[in-house]
């Protein structure tokens, strides 16, 4: 009964951890040099086609480097969605990287 229990337990306590890995909305990571600044790279123009938003660039991490993603136009997934923007917020002695999403 006690191995039993114990097996039950560990497979909660697990099951717990993941829930927090949900959320749908890609990765998170965290890194202490701080990104650089977003680069100004100038105006998006005009929509290339009806419905399209335009989605600003951001700083990536890549092998360690940073490399910056350029802007994009994209098409909602649905009417009235809005486009949440990439961002790194300064945590404890590091940053945490949070990626772009529609809402």
Same mark, same amino acid.
């Given at each position: 009964?006690?191995?039993?229990? @114990?097996?039950?337990?560990?497979?909660? =306590?697990?099951?717990?951890?993941?829930?927090?890995?949900?959320?749908?909305?890609?990765?998170?990571?965290?890194?202490?040099?701080?990104?650089?600044?977003?680069?100004?790279?100038?105006? @998006?123009?005009?929509?290339?086609?009806?419905?399209?938003?335009?989605?600003?660039?951001?700083?990536? =991490?890549?092998?360690?480097?940073?490399?910056?993603?350029?802007?994009?136009?994209?098409?909602?997934?649905?009417?009235?969605?809005?486009?949440?923007?990439?961002?790194?917020?300064?945590?404890?002695?590091?940053?945490?990287?949070?990626?772009?999403?529609?809402?």
């Amino acid at each position: 009964m006690d191995l039993k229990n @114990a097996i039950l337990s560990g497979a909660l =306590l697990a099951s717990c951890g993941l829930v927090g890995c949900g959320g749908g909305y890609g990765a998170a990571y965290y890194t202490t040099p701080a990104p650089p600044p977003p680069q100004v790279v100038g105006a @998006a123009g005009y929509a290339p086609g009806p419905g399209l938003v335009w989605i600003d660039g951001f700083w990536d =991490l890549h092998g360690g480097r940073w490399a910056w993603a350029n802007g994009r136009w994209a098409r909602p997934p649905r009417a009235g969605a809005v486009w949440v923007a990439d961002r790194w917020e300064r945590r404890g002695g590091g940053w945490h990287y949070n990626r772009g999403h529609w809402r």
